[in-house]
């Protein structure tokens, strides 16, 4: 396995687990990819804030295989999409789409029309078998749903899930978001906040548990070169090291790289992906405590950020809190200083009810690739690159945007096709 994010992760408890000797290389000195904690200044976060839902069955089957908590390690709450007011989409338990649209006929910032209009639009994509013209953007996909729905709903959710604003993001991936989180039973629509740093979800665990069941993780191991075994045996060799077969789950940039001399098509469709930039701006404010775990935001001109996170809520030091801004290349062009002094002043102005102590900034963290850009039509690149060597990656191809979910179960189905 080649990257030792949570696809190579997933590849390897997998490959592992039906009896193969496993290699991990991970060039970092640590395993967790973009998704992993962090140690700043005295403080422990994470590179980024992430979410689960309850629809990402692979996710938490992973998880608990390699000895997770669950319930210890993850808030589960129904789907609240609540501002800092107490406003929004709250659905109660139980079967999400009766209880969808329960939430929008109680919602109080919506007219009767606003929500007739958001229940007649989910019962057409619902007749229509989630689908849509490939083609299509998000914004395209709602444009006749009210304004009121699109902005306070469908655009705020659209950058969360596929972190591509509605104007940019394909209408088939985020259709296929709600038809998983809305139909695929009872609690598939919850969130699952982490309420432990992002390492201790997975990366650790998963780390633990491969080490003990023998196999070879190599921290701090950047792969030079990927070429076919040349002794007459089937494989390849990584850096002259002979296996029998590759799944590579690093960057696209990096598996590109690699993949270069073997598959170079393949190689070009890797490196003609074009990538979202998140910002995560940490602050902290003594003794504040919001009304909830996670407070959706206004974003604006003046305004990056979409969501709020309360630390001190989730297993983080009190009054503790990350403001994240999805599809941040706008900011990320102005740069940090100025998206902190913004976040900074959007949360003094949204928060300043709940607020019980001045606000100081901790550190602003920006993933400048953190996802693929989830535009219509994009052409992603296949699992399988040449016989015994796989892709794995919330990059390749599937019905996912990147996502955790969807980097597990890349890993899953590469190390199932390596044999």
């Known amino acids: 396995m080649v990257g030792g994010g949570w696809a190579g992760l997933a590849a390897a408890v997998e490959a592992t687990q039906r009896g193969h000797a496993v290699t991990l290389f991970e060039m970092a000195a640590q395993l967790g990819g973009r998704a992993r904690g962090v140690e700043v200044d005295g403080w422990r976060l994470d590179n980024g804030q992430h979410i689960l839902i309850g629809a990402y069955v692979e996710t938490l089957k992973l998880m608990r295989s390699v000895g997770v908590d669950i319930d210890k390690v993850l808030l589960r709450t129904p789907l609240r999409f609540t501002d800092p007011q107490g406003r ?89 978001i709600l038809k998983d989180a809305l139909f695929s039973g009872p609690g598939s629509a919850d969130l699952l906040l982490p309420r432990a740093d992002l390492s201790e979800l997975l990366p650790l665990p998963a780390e633990r548990w491969l080490r003990g069941a023998g196999a070879d993780v190599r921290l701090s191991n950047r792969v030079e070169q990927l070429s076919p075994r040349t002794d007459g045996s089937d494989g390849w060799h990584i850096d002259g ?90 900011w990320v062009d102005r740069g940090a200083p100025a998206t902190q002094s913004a976040v900074l002043a959007q949360a003094q102005a949204e928060l300043a009810a709940h607020l019980r ?47 955790l979910e969807g980097a597990v179960r890349s890993g899953v189905a590469a190390a199932r096709a390596m044999f």
């Open 88 to 176: 929004g989409l709250h659905l109660s338990a139980g079967a999400p789409v009766p209880q969808f649209a329960a939430a929008v006929l109680r919602h109080r910032q919506w007219g009767w029309a606003d929500k007739l209009g958001l229940l007649a639009a989910a019962g057409g994509w619902f007749a229509s078998g989630f689908r849509c013209d490939p083609q299509a953007t998000v914004a395209e996909l709602t444009h006749k749903l009210p304004a009121a729905v699109r902005d306070t709903l469908i655009d705020p959710l659209c950058v969360a899930a596929l972190n591509t604003p509605a104007a940019q993001a394909g209408g088939q991936v985020f259709l296929r």
């Open 241 to 330: 090291e002979p296996f029998d077969a590759v799944v590579l789950a690093a960057t696209p940039t990096e598996a590109a790289r690699l993949a270069q001399a073997a598959a170079p098509e393949w190689s070009a469709v890797a490196a003609a992906l074009r990538y979202e930039p998140i910002v995560t701006t940490w602050l902290t404010s003594t003794d504040t405590r919001l009304p909830e775990p996670m407070l959706a935001l206004r974003e604006g001109p003046a305004a990056p950020a979409q969501f709020v996170f309360d630390r001190g809520q989730l297993g983080g030091r009190a009054g503790l809190l990350a403001f994240v801004v999805s599809g941040a290349q706008p």
């Open 357 to 403: 102590g001045p606000l100081q900034v901790v550190k602003t963290l920006t993933e400048k690739r953190a996802t693929f850009r989830c535009t219509p039509g994009l052409l992603r690149p296949a699992m399988h690159i040449a016989p015994g060597l796989h892709a794995a990656g919330d990059h390749v191809q599937g019905p996912y945007p990147a996502t």
